[in-house]
């Protein structure tokens, strides 16, 4: 069959997408990082470094520790504050045409709702990320993550204090994820994306210490994907809003994969640190593996798993 | 990003000298920058490695000096002229190479001289002094390489094989206490080994007034362009800074050296 044009544009609510490849938050700087390796015209979106209200200088080290087929990181979610980001990172991504999803965090309601409410109406911001789940910082929204009454309460602020779309980033440090995602969901969320990290930890035998500063940190890369698509596939059959895959996407398959289970955009993490254009090389070996089977709209892939009965 | 080894050799005392033909990195490189290679086309090991460009030898070709340390560099170690390997760069700030009124003074240890060698042959060779340490005379390696970029070339070893017996820092210290406190003010250290080897370092160039102390530091890096914001090291203002963004390459004077 001949390779047709493969329509790639995607609606998460009202944000509307050219492609369904994001970067992932924490992976991605504020863009300019990528700028060399990456034509950010033809990136989806990017879900910027997480935002809080005051700059966060982070942990010391280290902070991030090679494991089998993945890697921990215990960054302590530094970052340049809201303040910073609209002032100083936000101009450079204006010039393209991706989309910014502003990925926001507090240790407190009240932040949460200061950061999105500073956010909003703010030209060249699309949406904002609420990330509940981070595990690194013992107030750095996990708090929020692992108690899905407290994930919705917190969702609900933040959909008070913006009329940009509301993505709420789910915990994978839980039994089930669908509990918080059907939460958010009733509490105003417009996406969920999922998953974040998993908390896991490294030791040097010889020292007798963690090889992290924190003791524990986040695990991503290719070793979480499976547990990450058993996860998507959960959410994406227990909520009707649009679903965000995320963990170990390395390949255009992996993404395809994703969708198969019913999300309908990606993000992209580690794999930039293995390989600066991964956003890139995932979003064409995607449209390639569409094409080559005359599939027109990648739409058209997304929640298409065939599962044997019982 | 594919390129193809050309040599890939044993210097003993387990480091390797590895040529990779890669015109874009051969043509940009500067002094002290630095290479992410990826030594293995599966995911594990998932990240790259950091290291130095060792030299340009000719046009079109780079050069990394490395040592076995880990399951990565024993990965790279294995490969063959012919072979083909990611290579992304040339990375990060190198050294200040417009020649330092004064001396330039390369102080380095173990595979430090990765580092160094570069920079070395960039400057006038009557500026150079160089200061070589290593445990044993079989781990100084390329000494015949950094000594021709050099006035002249003092070696330390621990087990007193070459040179001084003991740290590379004693001949260094009693090589700057002998020198006129003028000439001191206008020179400048160049300098990548062990961090205590480049703590000590750096506290000679401050208790002696040096001009400036430039250290290539080493780091596990998650990405090497700036976004894992895994490889910090703290700011003398509070925080951190990347060293594969800001350095590796930075001034002694602008690290916090109590929380390093």
């Known amino acids: 069959m001949e390779p047709r044009e493969v329509r790639t544009a995607v609606s998460i609510g009202a944000l509307e997408l050219a492609n369904p490849v ?262 064409d070996e995607m449209t390639a593996w569409l094409a080559e089977r005359g599939i027109d709209d990648v739409k058209a892939i997304v929640g298409t798993l065939e599962t044997p009965p019982g | 990003m594919n390129h193809e080894i050309l040599y890939n050799r044993p210097l003993g005392a387990g480091n390797y000298l590895m040529g990779v033909r890669h015109p874009d990195l051969a043509a940009r490189a500067k002094p002290g920058q630095f290479v992410m290679v990826k030594v293995a086309e599966e995911y594990d090991p998932l990240l790259r490695r950091p290291m130095a460009v060792y030299r340009v030898p000719e046009p079109g070709i780079a050069e990394v000096l490395y040592k076995v340390v880990g399951r990565g560099t024993a990965i790279l170690a294995e490969k063959r002229a012919g072979a083909r390997i990611d290579v992304l760069g040339p990375l990060g700030v190198g050294f200040t190479m417009t020649p330092p009124e004064g001396d330039a003074l390369v102080v380095t240890g173990g595979v430090g001289i990765a580092s160094v060698v570069f920079p070395a042959q960039g400057l006038p060779r009557d500026k150079v002094a160089s200061f070589y340490g290593g445990r044993t005379k079989a781990d100084l390696v390329e000494a015949d390489v950094l000594a021709a970029a050099s006035r002249e070339i003092h070696y330390a070893t621990d087990d007193g094989s070459r040179g001084h017996a003991g740290f590379v820092t004693e001949p260094f210290e009693r090589y700057v206490a002998k020198m006129d406190p003028a000439l001191r003010a206008r020179s400048r250290v160049l300098c990548c080994g062990p961090e205590p080897m480049m703590a000590r370092v750096a506290a000679i160039a401050r208790h002696h007034g040096l001009g400036a102390c430039e250290l290539a530091l080493e780091r596990h890096m998650g990405c090497g362009v700036g976004a894992c914001l895994g490889c910090i090291v703290p700011k003398v203002e509070g925080g951190y800074m990347t060293i594969c963004t800001v350095g590796p390459v930075v001034e002694a004077s602008r690290i916090r050296w109590e929380d390093l």
């Open chain 1, 22 to 283: 994001m970067a992932a938050s924490g992976t991605f700087g504020y863009g300019q990082d990528y700028a060399p390796y990456v034509d950010l015209n033809r990136l989806g979106a990017i879900c910027t470094k997480g935002l809080s209200l005051r700059p966060m200088p982070g942990n010391p080290p280290m902070r991030i520790a090679e494991t089998a087929s993945g890697m921990l990181n215990t960054i302590g979610l530094e970052n340049v504050g809201v303040e910073g980001f609209v002032r100083d990172k936000l101009p450079f991504l204006r010039r393209y045409a991706l989309k910014v999803v502003a990925n926001i965090f507090g240790s407190t309601l009240e932040e949460y709702e200061a950061v999105a409410a500073r956010l909003d109406g703010v030209e060249g911001v699309h949406a904002v990320e609420l990330n509940i789940s981070c595990p690194n910082v013992k107030r750095g929204g996990m708090v929020f993550g692992n108690d899905p009454r407290a994930a919705a309460e917190v969702t609900a602020v933040v959909r008070r204090a913006t009329r940009l779309p509301v993505i709420v980033k789910l915990s994978p440090n839980v039994t089930d994820p669908r509990e918080a995602a059907r939460a958010v969901e009733g509490a105003g969320a417009d996406a969920v994306s999922l998953v974040n990290t998993f908390v896991g930890m490294a030791i040097d035998l010889e020292r007798r210490r963690p090889l992290l500063y924190n003791a524990t940190g986040g695990l991503s890369g290719p070793a979480i994907k499976p547990l990450a698509l058993r996860m998507v596939w959960q959410v994406s059959h227990a909520v009707s809003i649009p679903v965000i895959g995320i963990g170990g996407i390395m390949t255009g398959r992996d993404a395809l994969e994703f969708l198969m289970v019913g999300a309908l955009a990606v993000q992209v993490g580690t794999a930039n640190f293995v390989n600066p254009t991964a956003t890139m090389d995932v979003l």
